[in-house]
Structure formats: structure tokens, C-alpha cells
């Protein structure tokens, strides 16, 4: 509200200890709701409520929560899903999409195309979510999936992100 003028204009340094205070609160945000979401997953972890599932509009679905960054660094994003209903846990690869999407937008410079893919192999179902960013440091993929894994190649966060996808994908 500050920012935008709710209460009388702010000077530059008033704006730009705004724009601190604004990004702090979003990304302590998102650590709670990584926390939250890893925390759930684990209390949960043996059940999935299994349904028919229409990837398409899980797709749409994740890309639109992440509308305003993706215009704000004008990210182009491409959607190659299959239309063809499968059975999965909707909240759960909802989960799965939102961290994936986050992580392509966050790492996807100015400019840059987010590419999400998504298609039935008989039983199977493959979600892919590719982006122009910098890419992972060949000596780190392999502990990506580990909880609390962090390091400043992959951002600041709670490394729970993807331990939460690791573990919904296995439980599929």
C-alpha cells in the first residue's frame, strides 16, 4: 500500500526501502509455504487421493498463479501437454507444478522462455519444465532432491522445493 501511494506519495528512499521490505515479505512467503507444503506432504506421504485428471488445466492452472513475475520480466511461456486424462493425486501434482514453474520462473532471465511439457507413456505420465536460466552445476544435481539442500548456485530458499517433488513423484 505504501508503494503504491495509499497514504501520500514516498520519496526515493522511502520507495526504496519499500521495494526491500516488499521482497523480503515475498520471499519469507514462499519459505512458509515451502515449509508448509513439505510438512504436509510428509504427514501425508501414503495417501493420494487418486482422480481423472486433465493435465492441460493443471498446467494452466500453475502457470497462472505465477502471471504477474512472468509479464513483470517478460517471460515467454510454451505449453506442449497432452490432452489425453490420466489418474494422479490433483493436489499433489498441483504441488508438483507450482514448485517446478517457481523454480523456472525465478531462474529464467528477463526475456527468457519457460517451456512446460507434459504427455502419457502408457501408464506413465512425464511433466517437464525447461528454461533458458543458467542451468544446475553438474557437481550439484545430484543433491538437488535432498531436504534443506541449499547453496547460492540454486538461490535462497529452504531446499524443500524439490525434495517435496521428489518425493510426490515417488509416491506416484
Avoid: M
Wanted: charge should be negative; charged fraction near 25%; proline fraction near 5%.
Amino acid at each position: 500500500l505504501l508503494l503504491e501511494g495509499a497514504v501520500g506519495s514516498l520519496g526515493p528512499e522511502q520507495r526504496e526501502v519499500g521495494g526491500i521490505l516488499r521482497d523480503n515479505s515475498v520471499r519469507l512467503q514462499r519459505l512458509i509455504e515451502n515449509l508448509l507444503s513439505y510438512s504436509e506432504w510428509q504427514a501425508k506421504r501414503g495417501e493420494l487421493e487418486l482422480t481423472e485428471l486433465d493435465l492441460p488445466a493443471l498446467v494452466r492452472e500453475a502457470v497462472e498463479t505465477y502471471q504477474l513475475p512472468i509479464t513483470a520480466h517478460r517471460l515467454q511461456v510454451e505449453q506442449q501437454v497432452s490432452d489425453r486424462p490420466f489418474t494422479g493425486d490433483r493436489a499433489k501434482l498441483r504441488l508438483i507444478l507450482d514448485n517446478l514453474v517457481s523454480n523456472a520462473v525465478k531462474f529464467t532471465p528477463d526475456g527468457g522462455t519457460i517451456t512446460v511439457r507434459g504427455d502419457r507413456d502408457g501408464d506413465d505420465v512425464l511433466i517437464e519444465v525447461a528454461d533458458t536460466g543458467p542451468g544446475i552445476p553438474a557437481p550439484i544435481l545430484e543433491h538437488i532432491f535432498e531436504p534443506f539442500f541449499t547453496t547460492k548456485e540454486v538461490g535462497k530458499g529452504t531446499g524443500l522445493g524439490l525434495a517435496t517433488v521428489y518425493g510426490i513423484v515417488k509416491q506416484h
